[in-house]
């Protein structure tokens, strides 16, 4: 049964501060692996896609890395804005069906 | 282009009651996914749904339910609510395998 674990759960950082989310999962066989970020109360928003076969994606101050052979992704963010504050969930995608951690809060102060 | 809609926003049922959950998939998507999201947790897969059928199921009872119409829209049903079943809700949808999925806002569940 395919598992998937954040850390940290929470995290606060001061404004322009480089920052990793990680991302574990148990089983190495998936098929690509998604990071999503969530605002209070709302859906989600694609981040970053990340398929098998690759090893990182980027996307502005966002980069992804994917490492299948130990289970591991990291989510880095660059210069870290107010704005980024959200919980951020990474998903593997295990057949028809994505597997989520229970995310990372974070929070940036000005 | 719209992306994923889920109607409605927000709605209160009293325990024992049936709801319906609508959405529509994003232009171009064809398969719909449920996902359930408890406060404070990841969204756990209820069901995705191609091509009109129930294509896989998670560990979800059978009070839990849905269907997909030929404009590859979709609707979770479920009956007999519990408490537990307050949540919100959230519909994804893609295209075949080789893209990830989009999500909609999600319809929070209130049930007292």
């Known amino acids: 049964k395919q598992e998937v674990t954040q850390i940290p759960a929470a995290l606060s950082v001061p404004e322009g501060e480089n920052l990793v989310l990680n991302c574990s999962f148990t089983d190495s066989a998936i098929y690509n692996l998604q990071w999503f970020r969530q605002d209070p109360g709302k859906g989600l928003t694609s981040l970053l896609l990340?398929?098998?076969?690759?090893r990182e994606q980027t996307s502005g101050r966002l980069n992804a890395s994917l490492d299948k052979s130990s289970g591991r992704s990291t989510l880095y963010i660059a210069a870290s804005q107010p704005g980024d504050s959200a919980t951020y969930l990474c998903a593997v995608r295990d057949g028809n069906k994505l597997v989520f951690g229970a995310g990372t809060i974070l929070r940036v102060k000005s | 282009d719209a992306g994923v809609t889920q109607s409605p926003t927000h709605l209160i049922k009293t325990r024992g009651q049936q709801v319906t959950l609508r959405c529509s998939p994003k232009s171009g998507h064809d398969t719909v996914s449920w996902y359930q999201q408890a406060l404070g947790q990841g969204p756990q897969f209820i069901f995705q749904y191609y091509e009109e059928e129930e294509r896989q199921r998670g560990n979800f009872p059978d009070r839990f339910s849905g269907h997909q119409f030929p404009n590859y829209s979709s609707e979770l049903n479920v009956n007999a609510l519990l408490l537990g079943d307050s949540a919100l809700y959230l519909c994804?949808?893609?295209?075949?395998?080789?893209?990830?999925?989009?999500f909609g806002s999600g319809t929070r569940l209130t049930v007292v």
């Open positions: 994804a949808s893609s295209y075949r395998d080789s893209y990830g999925y989009t």
């Open positions: 990340i398929q098998s076969s690759q």
